[in-house]
């Protein structure tokens, strides 16, 4: 595990829960970037992507 992944893993995470629930087109964009570089980070530590609906708590 890289801390270079773990890091961008956790600002994905950070940058996706900040926009979530925000209503506007500008909102939703930040919170897929953040999924992005979430799973950007899982991939280069060798982890599948997160590929359920957010919010749902499905691991």
């Not at 060798?46 to 749902?56: A, H």
Request: aromatic share 2%; proline share 5%.
């Amino acid at each position: 595990m890289s801390i270079e992944g773990k890091a961008k893993e956790a600002a994905g995470y950070v940058k996706e829960e900040l926009n979530e629930h925000r209503d506007s087109p500008e909102g939703q964009k930040a919170a897929q970037e953040g999924r992005d570089l979430r799973n950007e980070g899982r991939m280069e530590d060798g982890k599948l992507p997160k590929t359920t609906e957010p919010g749902t708590g499905a691991k």
